[in-house]
């Protein structure tokens, strides 16, 4: 029977053992450098695709506005109504009007915070205008003309917009494409959830036994009116593995590293400071966040706006969460209790909490600021390859360098150093002093590509050569030879091109 694979096709698997790198190149650190690189681009990719959907969005209402607003205009020519016309030219309002017709949308509903439509279209109707250079004067001796310009200006923007759609359509079915092909966190879902939970077996039917003493034996253990003694097993039978279901369950909840907000709890977390009301109302409606876990998933939250230094953010969200905190300690009618006697209550009441949030601000703000210093002090680029020359037996820390001489007649030699010169001073001088320690001290500063390109060109110029994996004693001295013999060969050559410049 033939077997079908391809429902691995999507899963992307990481096997660091087939990864080649240069000897000079820390392996571990290119690994973390390429694993950082796939996230980063699937990032990039994963704004492109809202940026595109919030754009695609925009310009498909813009072209059905312009296409009202093009066929007003192509009704008032058609029926040579100059009035109308006139107004088209004239009335900015009016022309948006037209172009708004039924529509109820004011702004993106993905972009809330974009400029309203309205706004797009006067800009772009003030633009026609000008272009087409419709003055009062010539409003009233050329409506004709002007109207039939300020069409064509209309069509040709909504064409634009069309091209632009069918553009942005392409690539965003790419972008799809390539995020499809392997399996990723977001991906993943629950595809079912259900508990088992044991029942009471089901009551025994009385035996219609002639037999006295069996029927007698079988009621007494199946009685109702049986001693508790004898059901208690059964019940704790019964509570046990849904007890330690939801054991596991709140387990899982708690864990520290995985806790995450609820959609309600981050809604709520966006409503302002001070706003009683709102707060209050919302919290009847989503009863379910007031919970000690709902508050430590927020200040998670809060944690996090620090870091991305959203200074306001953090003092709002902890607001909240010491809301959702306080409520649940007051008991089952906690909500209205605390707005009731806290944030409505008496003066010393308020100012109590606001101190709180105050204490709890300022210590999430210092936590951040103490692990930023950390990580800083430890090396934020600690995981970045970088490229380093290793010391060999032969040479240890020194360097053979043959530096090509200047103004040589051979055009070779010439090249050679005149790409030597190009190089930074730096890297210049460490290596005219024939030091391997100040060579890579240099070459720690450059990133894994300049580093690498740098070997590159020393080991294709002979400029000084890198060694390759000394094992015993005879390598050490087949390696001394070699050597020296191209040491005293490079230093002939130099003399010679000193002599003929």
């Known amino acids: ?4 694979y391809s429902k691995w096709d999507k899963l992307e698997l990481s096997d660091d053992s087939d990864i080649e790198v240069h000897p000079n190149v820390d392996k571990k650190s290119f690994i973390r450098w390429k694993q950082r690189d796939i996230h980063e681009k699937r990032e990039r990719n994963k704004q492109e695709i809202r940026a595109l959907e919030t754009s695609t969005e925009v310009n498909t209402e813009l072209v059905a506005w312009l296409g009202r607003l093009q066929d007003g205009v192509a009704a008032a020519i058609k029926d040579k109504d100059e009035d109308t016309q006139r107004r088209f030219l004239r009335e900015v309002p009016y022309s948006l009007k037209i172009a708004r017709g039924e529509s109820r ?6 972009n ?6 309205d706004d797009m279209l006067d800009s772009l109707v003030e633009q026609v205008l000008e272009k087409i250079g419709a003055t009062a004067t010539n409003v009233e001796d050329n409506a ?31 972008l799809i494409e390539e995020r499809n092909k392997h399996i990723i966190s977001e991906d993943l879902h629950t595809g079912f959830d259900s508990t088992l939970i044991n029942k009471n077996a089901a009551t025994a039917e009385p035996s219609t036994s002639s037999s006295s003493t069996k029927t007698q034996s079988i009621e007494v253990i199946n009685s109702p009116e049986a001693k508790p003694a004898v059901s208690a097993p059964a019940s704790a039978s019964t509570s046990a593995p849904a007890a330690s279901v939801a054991a596991a369950t709140d387990d899982d909840d708690d864990d520290p590293d995985n806790i995450k907000p609820s959609a309600a709890a981050l809604e709520f977390s966006k409503i302002p400071i001070g706003e009683y009301d709102a707060a209050e109302s919302f919290l009847h409606k989503h009863r379910e966040i007031v919970s000690e876990r709902e508050k430590d998933a927020l200040m998670m939250e809060a944690f996090a706006a620090q870091f991305a230094g959203d200074e306001a953010a953090t003092e709002r969200i902890v607001y909240n969460a010491l809301i959702l905190q306080y409520s649940a300690t007051f008991g089952p009618d906690g909500i209205r209790v605390f707005f009731a006697r806290v944030l409505r209550g008496p003066e010393h009441a308020r100012a109590s909490f606001l101190k709180d949030v105050e204490f709890t601000t300022n210590h999430i703000k210092n936590r951040c600021r103490i692990l930023s210093e950390q990580e800083k002090a430890s090396g934020e680029d600690e995981g970045e390859a970088i490229v380093q020359l290793q010391p060999s037996l032969a040479s240890g820390d020194n360097l053979s360098v043959v530096i090509p001489p200047e103004n040589s007649e051979d055009e070779n030699i010439r090249k050679i150093r005149e790409a030597y010169d190009t190089l930074s001073p730096e890297l210049r001088t460490a290596v005219e002093s024939k030091s391997l320690k100040s060579v890579n001290k240099v070459l720690a500063t450059m ?55």
């Open 447 to 501: 990133t894994f590509e300049e580093g690498e390109a740098v070997i590159q060109f020393f080991e294709a110029t002979g400029i000084f050569d890198i060694d390759g994996n000394v094992y015993d004693e005879e390598d050490f001295k087949k390696i001394q030879e070699e050597r020296a013999k191209e040491a005293a060969a490079k230093e002939e050559v130099a003399k010679e091109e000193v002599k003929s410049a």
């Open 105 to 110: 949308k004011s702004r993106p509903i993905s």
């Open 112 to 117: 809330p915070q974009a400029p309203t439509y």
């Open 1 to 4: 029977m033939v077997i079908d």
């Open 144 to 174: 004709s003309d002007l109207a039939a310009k300020y069409e064509q200006e209309i069509k040709e923007h909504k064409d634009k917009l069309n091209d632009m759609l069918e553009k942005g359509k392409t690539r965003y079915d790419e």
